[in-house]
């Protein structure tokens, strides 16, 4: 099925180089802009437009394009932007399968490539690339972090996740860090929207709690339907399915669910006050996750584009992995293989007056890497 | 595992069973009466769930959004059928696809363009919340026991609506014989653009009931659509009784799959690996029974004579 939906370009603030030394940089941003999936990348685009628009910088092209959230779109489109386009970065996907689609390829083509969201195992672990940074996180962390939270509370936990990679990282992730019994482990169909089965065996299962990775509409139709199922055991995960994206279409039902993410906007340092006050006036609305590394990831590139000229290719490498930038999330620096060492926060959804939002409670992990990176060898 | 676990399940069965008899019923009725295949069933689908979430959250009543889910889905139908659908009815099914296919993808920009990107929201009423005691289950959600009540309320109607009325005589005469009935005066233009009407209110019904229960975006009808079109098949295209039969074989064999599979696996296998093994063979089990069911009834279970 191939969409091909109104995949917009726009150019956007191209000025005539002012300065004759500064060198113009010309950013691929492949996202999610169409079908199901498109509200996650409208918050990437959305924070990342928003990060360049502050900056002043008249040395930025941005070319982005939607990739409908299929792989083979994503290739197409990334190809063009490399041969047609000329880009000298790029950035924007959301999804594991599609970064894994086009990242190895494109920096194989000397392209920099900076991830905003996924973080497969294997670019993390044996196919690393110097010219492969990661600015979100590897996928198993906010799955360790619960498990490691749910050692403090809980000692028969019952786990679920889709039947597909990301789906298995997430119960390894979970099970990396937890120590106590495992009351089930299910995986369920990708896409899937009901999920009555798998609540009756939850609830005959004697769990004293619940882990759950269901992202986009496969997490609001599980917690909505748990909520009305009568079943009273406390649920967790990772913060994907209790992101400001999803809040509103989840409702009340993720009241004090706690889940884990790298950031949350109530995170208390100046880069994100000013973040998260820009982008509610800018859009109106509250950022997500998504949003927040986005937004990072645009300020690491103003950081190294003042560093070194993105024409010489292993000066703006090193200014990359310099990380100096001021992160909404607070400290952060890059591993070894240019995946982050950051904080892993646990949240809690709340209520503020009409909003459902989230708040810290606690920290799960102080500089947390990853589990592959010693498998890099760059 | 207890039997109240089991009794659970099948009910779990029964009531996916319903759900998809819904979308079910009006694309076979479709199909039998018209000769079309319409992929964008599914889209009305859609529109049915957005319609119910928009109105709902504007009024603040889940039962006026019924109402306009219902409204909106047969009158999407209605217009698509007039301005789209009729001109497909003398070309053959390839034609008919890539023209249906053409409205899901102007259906889905069209709603994200009307509503955004976000997942609407839109919550059970207070009347059905919540769970009920069920002897020898436990607690059971009522929302889904409304719902299987729904679904038979529907088929009976549908049976009566078809052996029955007027209506249900000449969508009968329809499906043997088109030419016959229009030289006896009946406008089928019309009949048509009522059963295709007919068929979408059906499915913006099932969208705003089941919208309660998952989450209401763009692109959710597609998954239900495969799974409607697999119940027609096993059931006999064309065929109401069909539909029925399928949709709860489909319903509770899917059902059953994945509640029991893994744990069938499990005792040879470690639990991570009968996990994996069994949600991956449960995945595959509704099409393991179609392609047996075809193997020896090449029509489906109840083919309406051809």
Known sequence: MKKTIAAGIFGLTLATAGLANAEPVKIGVITTLSGGGAGLGTDMRDAFVLAMKQSGNKDVELVIEDDAQKPEIAVQIAEKMIQSDKVDLM???????????????????????????????????????????????????????MGQYANKDYKKTFILAP??????????GF??????????????????????????????????????????????????????????????????????DILPAVGDAALGVKNSASWAKDLDNEANKAFVEAFQAEYNRLPSVYAAQSWDTANLILSAMAKASVKDKDAFRAALKAADFKSVRGDFSFNTNNHPIQNIYVREVIKEGDVLTNKIIGTAFEKHGDAYAEQCKM | MSIALLIEQLLNGLQLGVMLFLMAAGLTLIFGVMGLINLAHGSLYMVGAFACAAVAAATGSFWIGLVASLIASAAAGAITEIVVIRRLYDRDHLDQVLATFALILMFSEGMRWLFGSFPLYLDIPPLLQGAVPLPGVGQYQLYRLAIIGVGIVVAIGLYFLIARTRLGMRIRAGESDREMIGALGVDIR????????????????????????QSVQVGMGEPVLILAFVVIVIGGIGSIKGALFGAILVGVVDTMGRFLLPKIFALVLPAAQAGLIGAALASMLIYIV??????????GLFAAQS
């Open chain 1, 91 to 145: 950035t924007g996907i959301i999804w594991s399968n599609l970064a894994m689609a086009v990242v190895p390829n494109a920096v194989s083509q000397d392209i920099i490539y900076l991830s905003p969201n996924a973080g497969p195992s294997a670019l993390a672990g044996a196919k690393c690339s110097p010219n492969y940074f990661n600015v979100a996180y590897q996928n198993d962390n906010f799955h360790e972090a």
């Open chain 1, 163 to 172: 039947n597909y990679p990301a789906g298995k990282d997430s119960l390894t």
């Open chain 1, 175 to 244: 099970k990396r860090y937890y120590k106590g019994e495992l009351a089930g482990e299910i995986y369920t169909q990708v896409g899937q929207t009901d999920y009555a089965a798998e609540i009756a065996q939850i609830r005959d299962s004697g769990a004293d709690s619940v882990f759950f990775f269901l992202p986009g509409g496969m997490g609001i139709a599980f917690m909505k339907q748990y909520a009305q199922s009568g079943v009273n055991i406390p649920v967790m995960g990772p913060s994907f399915s209790f992101s400001q």
């Open chain 2, 190 to 213: 019309t009949l048509y653009t009522v059963v295709f009407a007919l068929g979408a209110a059906l499915a913006g019904l099932a969208g705003a009931m089941v919208g309660a229960l």
């Open chain 2, 290 to 299: 179609m392609a047996f069911i075809l193997a020896f009834r090449p029509s």
